[in-house]
């Protein structure tokens, strides 16, 4: 499953916004001098990052070769299934942006499996948790997201997607692999000034919600686009960072 460039420029400052900034910084402090961004996009991850990961090395991994040539860093062409050949060895933190609600419980069994054998510490930003309010409100939102969040659940090219279960169930295998978690919400928030985001999200919910059997999503998006000139929705992500129990440890002493 791909993204278009035009869709990941016109989110990021949203993404941004909503980063929990106390994880950021953490996870900054434990990068080291190489990071490893999956599913890096044009690169909005290291962006965020700005001058908290100066002169590290940053390893960009994604399989469109075109968004690649707009992320920077050491880019490295790669399916994502292909977990044993993600360049970790060396790394100092992996990071992962709106990419855990897309993969499978398989999945996340194998990258922990790795990571934790690597003893890297893992930050994980804006997956999307479920959560999804609009002011003001219309009769149809709740089966909207009903039916969104059950479209989550399907293959996005890494099995059955995990969807909005997708920061909890990474934290539980973090946990049980010894990591120490911390977690903070990051939920979007956008207002009337950001009519354009919200459009563009109004019709991939919209769709989303027809395929997952929804009968009313046209209506619902025609009702909602009305409103975008007044409409406020808060979508909700949440951001993880894990930590290996020797460097845990460490920062505890």
Known sequence: MGFSADWLTL??????????????????????AVIVDLGCGTGSTRRAF???????LWRMVDADEGLLRLAGGEGYSLDLNEVEALPLDGAGLVTASALFDLVSAAWVERFVARVAGLRLPVYAALSYNGV??????????????????????????????????????LAARLRTAGYSVRE???????????????????????????????????AWLAARRALLGQGECRIGHRDLLAVPPAMAASEGG
């Open 11 to 32: 989110r990021e400052p949203a993404d941004h916004a909503a980063r929990d900034g106390g994880l950021l910084a953490a996870a900054a402090q434990v990068a080291g």
């Open 50 to 56: 700005g001058g908290l990961a100066d002169g590290a």
């Open 132 to 169: 999804m309010a609009w002011e003001p409100t219309l009769p149809e939102d709740a089966a909207v997201t009903e039916a969104f969040n059950r479209h989550q659940g399907g293959d996005k090219g890494f099995g059955p997607a995990l969807g909005p279960q997708a920061a909890d169930h």
């Open 184 to 218: 903070a919400d990051s939920p979007w928030r956008l207002g009337p000034d950001q009519a354009a985001l919200q459009a563009e999200l109004l019709g991939g919910i919209a769709q989303a919600a027809g395929e997952a059997g929804f009968a009313g999503a046209d």
